[in-house]
């Protein structure tokens, strides 16, 4: 049997043969550089695994400990700290991590292996803590709001009792489903705080796992099921209206308050249910409908090549394709063009033109107002036509 295929499964180490099979299997796998979160980035993990037990047994000595490792290939290639910045981050993360006091986080791996060729198994080490997985500094984790939120029971008062916390709340969820916030895609005006966002995607993922959606998710492209949520907006339960529905054809709408003050909205695959996960940090019907078609968008067009998407909707950011298709499509499948141009609210701040297309596209005339505002980047009128204190009333996460 040929290990080496990609169609075989993997198995326990036999022989001496199968060894030096696996270890060019995991040669391959590196090679290709695999993206976090990949199928083939979990197969070399799992191998990984499976040679460092075959090795165990057959050589019984300590593995090689990355650091020494790391220390070991500056010695090689008369390199001094500061040639690891570009590895590892910064000046003082590469002193902690050369001082033992960090570990490596699986994104400084791929980097070490990548510029630096030190073997991969060499730099993986024992890889069992969840802030070493996701490069946490457990000063930074919000530790106190979680404790508001009923997470967890007690702010931790040390390193070690921080971890413990965090590998018992975390377990559910940890690499398998959020591996690709090395691969995420963050749009926002200010700066991102990582440890807020990588414990907020957690609850979002452990949600999602208790309770999965009802339906199948049908991943193409289909702006008329796009104008079916728009149109759900017309009713006057809407939002609680489109999770349901939403659940039904297999997209988990999850409504978690923001841990980041600029977090609107994301789009990301939790084991391999379709997750939309909104914050309805503006409580307004106009931002609820787009933030969501926004994060639909991604979920249909962009997830399948770029991991897991973070947006702030009052960034003006217009740098990234995917960000500026997001918004055109989001748009248009709420005002097509052609009807947009054709009616009287591109024209007149109206309450007449709002209601007059409103009933047209049979969407909610919070959708066409906040278009108007937003058009004429006027922001005084029609103020009470865009549904303020209209949205978070559905949703049980914010009541009291």
């Avoid at 990609?6 to 391959?28: G, K, T």
């Avoid at 790391?70 to 991590?97: H, N, T, W």
């Avoid at 940890?174 to 991102?192: D, G, I, M």
């Avoid at 770029?306 to 709420?334: K, M, R, T, V």
């Amino acid at each position: 049997m040929d290990i080496l295929r990609s169609d075989v499964p993997v198995r326990v180490i036999e022989s001496e043969d199968d060894y030096e099979r696996v270890l060019e299997r995991m040669a391959n796998l590196m090679a290709d550089d695999p993206a976090g979160g990949s199928d083939s980035e979990r197969l070399l993990k799992t191998l990984s695994v499976i040679v460092r037990d075959y090795e165990s047994q057959r050589f019984p000595i300590a593995p090689p400990d990355p650091i020494e490792a790391i220390k070991f290939r500056m010695e090689q290639e008369g390199l001094a700290p500061k040639d690891l910045i570009p590895y590892l981050g910064s000046r003082s993360r590469v002193s902690e991590v050369l001082a033992g006091k960090r570990s490596l986080t699986l994104s400084m791996i791929r980097s070490l292996h990548r510029g630096l060729g030190i073997p991969a198994t060499s730099l993986l080490g024992d890889r069992t803590t969840v802030d070493a997985e996701y490069d946490l500094d457990w000063k930074r984790v919000p530790f106190a709001e979680m404790v508001n939120r009923g997470w967890i029971s007690r702010r931790p008062t040390s390193p070690s009792e921080a971890r413990r916390l965090l590998e018992s709340w975390m377990a559910p969820v940890r690499l398998v489903e959020l591996a690709p916030l090395y691969r995420r895609h963050v749009r926002s005006a200010k700066s991102v705080d990582h440890e807020p966002l990588v414990v907020w995607t957690a609850q979002v993922a452990k949600r999602v796992l208790a309770n999965p959606p009802s339906g199948t998710f049908e991943s193409g492209w289909s702006p008329e099921f796009l104008k079916d949520v728009a149109r759900i907006s017309a009713f006057k339960d809407g939002p609680s209206l489109v999770r349901e529905f939403l659940d039904r054809h297999g997209i988990a709408m999850i409504v978690e308050p923001t841990l980041s003050s600029w977090l609107d909205g994301a789009a990301l695959m939790c084991r391999n249910v379709a997750v939309i996960a909104l914050t309805l940090r503006h409580d307004r019907l106009d931002n609820f409908w787009f933030v969501l078609m926004h994060e639909l968008v991604h979920l249909f067009k962009h997830l399948g090549s770029d991991g897991q998407f973070y947006d702030d909707l009052d960034s003006h950011d217009q740098s990234d394709p995917n960000e500026i298709e997001a918004d055109g499509l989001a748009a248009d499948i709420l005002i097509p063009p052609g009807e947009w141009q054709t009616s009287p609210a591109s024209r007149l701040r109206s309450a007449e033109a709002v209601h007059h297309l409103a009933q047209r596209l049979r969407v909610h005339p919070a959708i066409v107002a906040g278009r108007i505002r937003k058009t004429y980047k006027d922001y005084r009128v029609l103020a009470g036509l865009v549904g303020q204190g209209e949205v978070r009333k559905h949703f049980p996460e914010f009541q009291e």
